[in-house]
Structures are given as structure tokens and as C-alpha cells.
């Protein structure tokens, strides 16, 4: 498997805006996984903005992953969903997901969590944060060893999570992470998103 980028969505936006920017942002390069993640919003307009956001990923073959709720994952048939430590416990998640659905699991900096969640099934495990970020006050640091040491363990992707750019991805890509998860380097590059997007398409497939 390639490595791969996985999208999570600006923590608030216009919709009617952001669907036009996220279809150009799609379509500038290779995007794998969109998450939707509000963490502000009630549950109506997560529903709202899923009606109009999961057809514009789905239609590209790109998976799309709701942030923390598998209740509505589920509801608005979307193709994942991802939990935290404290959010949904991983069992709960996939009862209500279904087998085939993606639950994949914030795992921090532990190996501990990790391979419990790699254990129980998740479908992939997350490690972060990596660099500082704009996004989420982060509850761990992650270093570079842990993806090294994961994926020379174990079958389970990893993603890399938290303050990653195109300019400070690589180490991470060399550790051997599956993912990259970007949220401000993608929506706040100083030359927009699509640009964004086609710099790490070309860092992914260098
Ligand atoms: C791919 C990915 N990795 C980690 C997170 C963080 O999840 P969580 O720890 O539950 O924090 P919130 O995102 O809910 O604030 C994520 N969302 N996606
Ligand atoms: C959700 C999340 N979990 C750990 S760091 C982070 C924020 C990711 O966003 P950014 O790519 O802007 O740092
Ligand atoms: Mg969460």
C-alpha cells in the first residue's frame, strides 16, 4: 500500500462554500479519506453538512469518516467513523458500525493503546500530535520511533496526526506512517488548498 493522505475538515465552515472548495481540493491530487470532524456542532448540522459533503467525497472513491459519533456514522451512511480514547469505546463503535464500516482509533503516543486497539479489531490506529497545532490542544507528543515501531510490529495501518505540512511531513513518511492526517496544512497553505494538495501528492509519491 502507498501512503496516503487523509483529510479532516476545517473546524467550521460555510457549507455552500466549503463544498465547492473541498470538490477543487479533491480534485487537485490523490486524497484517500475525508473526516468530518465539528467538534462545535450540534447533531442537525452534522446531518446537514453530511448530506452535502459525503456525496462529493464518495462520488471521487474517497472514503468518508465522521469525527467521535458512530451513532450518526451509521445514520448517514457514511463509510467510517473515528473515536478517541474517551469517546465511544471501540466495541460499541463497531457493534453499531457494522463489520465492513472503517472504525479507526486515537492511540496518542502509547504502544499500549495502540495495540489494544489494533487487538480489537480497529482498522487503523492514530498517533499524535507530531508538530504543534492550530487545530486541537493536543493531549500527547508523539515522536517519529513509534510509527517505525508500529509498522515493523504489526499489519494495522497507522496514520500521523497533528501540525503536519508538506514541508514537515517527511520524516513522518520515512518512519513508515500509512496516513497523514492534515487539517491546517491543507486549508490554511499559504497558497490555498489545492496547491496544498498537489505538493503532498508529489511528497507521497516521491
Ligand atoms: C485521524 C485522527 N486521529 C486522531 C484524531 C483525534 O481524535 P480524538 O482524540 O477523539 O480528538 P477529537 O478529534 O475528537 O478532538 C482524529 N480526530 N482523527
Ligand atoms: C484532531 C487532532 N488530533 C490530534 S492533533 C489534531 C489536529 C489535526 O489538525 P492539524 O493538521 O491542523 O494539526
Ligand atoms: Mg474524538
Not at 37 to 66: G, H, T, Y
Not at 128 to 155: N, R
Not at 165 to 174: F, H, S, W
Not at 183 to 192: A, L, N, Y
Request: aromatic share 8%; proline share 6%; with cysteine.
Amino acid at each position: 500500500m502507498t501512503q496516503q493522505l487523509y483529510l479532516i475538515t476545517p473546524p467550521k465552515f460555510d457549507l455552500d462554500e466549503f463544498a465547492k472548495t473541498l470538490a477543487n481540493t479533491l480534485d487537485a491530487g490523490d486524497v484517500s479519506c475525508v473526516q468530518l470532524r465539528l467538534k462545535e456542532a450540534s447533531d442537525d448540522e452534522i446531518r446537514k453538512a453530511c448530506a452535502v459533503l459525503r456525496p462529493i467525497v464518495q462520488d471521487r472513491d474517497i472514503a468518508f469518516v465522521l469525527n467521535d459519533n458512530p451513532t450518526l456514522a451509521k445514520e448517514l451512511a457514511c463509510d467510517g467513523v473515528h473515536v478517541g480514547q474517551e469517546d465511544t469505546p471501540y466495541k460499541k463503535a463497531r457493534e453499531i458500525m457494522g463489520k465492513d464500516a472503517i472504525v479507526g482509533m486515537t492511540c496518542h503516543d502509547s504502544k499500549h493503546m495502540a495495540m489494544v486497539a489494533g487487538e480489537q479489531g480497529a482498522d487503523y490506529v492514530a498517533f499524535g500530535a507530531f508538530y504543534p497545532t492550530q487545530t486541537k490542544e493536543p493531549k500527547s507528543k508523539a515522536e517519529p520511533w513509534i510509527l517505525e515501531w508500529w509498522t515493523s510490529m504489526f499489519e494495522v495501518p497507522c496514520v500521523a496526526i497533528g501540525g503536519i505540512t508538506d514541508e514537515n511531513a517527511t520524516p513522518l513518511l520515512e518512519a513508515g506512517a500509512d496516513f497523514i492526517a492534515v487539517c491546517g496544512g491543507v486549508w490554511d497553505h499559504p497558497d490555498g488548498p489545492e496547491e496544498a494538495v498537489k505538493k503532498f501528492t508529489a511528497l507521497l509519491n516521491s
